[in-house]
DNA sequence: GAGCCGCTGGCACCAAGCTGCCAAACCAGC
DNA sequence: GCTGGTTTGGCAGCTTGGTGCCAGCGGCTC
């Protein structure tokens, strides 16, 4: 363990960060941000647990938690976030990778994991303000442009092969004859899968139905 | 000035910055990665130029230059932008503040600017590994999220007032007759403004309209 | 004033979109 | 085979959207 005048301390494993960090987590009084690629970044059983506990038992915390757009894809993991989201953290999906765990406690001190060196993580304190600030800017900036969980899991209706082809025709602006003719379905039936392409995103007109189709990522 | 072993230096003012740390911006050799709030940050005169003739000289440095939103509101700096672009460095602007800068040399030394003390800026040059990745994981995240600095010029066909009206109506989902009367036109005057403004929008139907509008980030 | 814009709104007409109704087709399971 | 439920497509009628045409109303210059 090497050490820059206290400051910034290098940790190698979960156990040492454990040891000598979670007091430091659980030491948080305004502000707990985290950003990490998937909630079960802690290997070590029981640190995770520990430190929920502890933060419960400050409630004025704010706590940020952003995580990579894969844990979408993680039925467990959505419904753990879920569920911390629920008990007062703010929880953001970025639309990307975030590569290396950061965790800001207070302001003050800043904890990154680096790589694995001798089959353990490092994982580097740093307590000086104005990098700590820094990496708090590019967080918030990071943050800003992430979306809430609550509203990644409502959206995407899940829809199948012909409503998308549909969608595409729409965004071509094709008309309906032309469309449904594309298709190889009559007319009305095409005009049936729109209505309930648009019931689907809960439109009531077709401009409006653009909109949540190009909101929700729905078509290109 | 302090230093931790050499490796975290505390520089005050950009006097010294210019003196100690122009030459490790020089010195770039393979990536430039630099985010702020606007291109205008170098307060000294000539320092500016200076690195940017030394980074002319090595084309093969990939150079990423991450600015505010805050920067689209002033014509001078989206015209320097622009010419830098043009001269190989990757332009993106970011829907949000940078309220630190903070620059990262081939990947191994990251300068971040603090605060002003005794009326000069702080800035502190870090080369631990594990900062400097964790600092350029946010950095990229963010600018991931970022869009090019072309692409926002290009956008945004600057509609009137009106215009914003009518383009919010349709995206309430409402029709054309409660429309024209909430804004105190005639029916057919509206329809006017919407063909006017699929016109704009380059749209043959209302929800390829919808699509492009919220694309365009038109309507929230 | 007259004459010339450019914009607006009314009318008419057509095109496009929406939906209820019903018969035909399809697809289980029996 | 038959039977009951679902899906499809045609028809019809209605609503909504789209646009050409022209009259009216400013404001403008000459």
Chains 1, 2 share one sequence.
């Not at 040891?19 to 640190?47: K, N």
């Not at 952003?66 to 929880?91: F, K």
């Not at 392409?197 to 190009?214: K, V």
């Amino acid at each position: 363990m090497s050490t820059d005048l206290d400051q910034n301390v290098v940790l190698r494993g979960e156990r040492e960060l454990v040891e000598r960090a979670a007091p430091l987590f659980a030491g948080a009084r305004e502000e707990f941000v985290c950003a990490a690629a998937h909630p079960r970044t802690w290997a070590l059983p029981g640190a995770r647990e520990q430190i929920i506990a502890a933060r419960r038992a400050h409630p004025g915390v704010r706590a940020y938690k952003l995580y990579g757009s894969e844990v979408l894809a993680d039925d467990t993991a959505v419904r753990l976030l879920t569920d911390i989201a629920g008990h007062g953290p703010q929880v953001r999906i970025l639309d990307g990778q975030i590569p290396h765990e950061t965790i800001v406690v207070d302001r003050r001190v800043a904890v990154i994991a680096g790589e694995m060196r001798a089959g353990d993580r490092e994982f580097t304190v740093v307590r000086t303000p104005a990098v700590v600030a820094g990496i708090l800017a590019l967080y918030w900036a990071t943050w800003h442009n992430a979306v809430d969980l609550a509203d990644h899991t409502a959206e995407v209706p899940a829809l199948g092969e012909q409503s998308r082809d549909i969608l595409a025709l729409l965004a071509d602006g094709m008309k309906d004859e032309a469309a449904c003719r594309q298709l190889g379905i009559s007319l009305r039936t095409y005009r049936r899968r729109v209505a309930e392409l648009m019931e689907l995103l809960d439109a009531d007109s077709r401009f409006q139905a653009g909109l949540r189709a190009r909101s929700l990522g729905l078509v290109p």
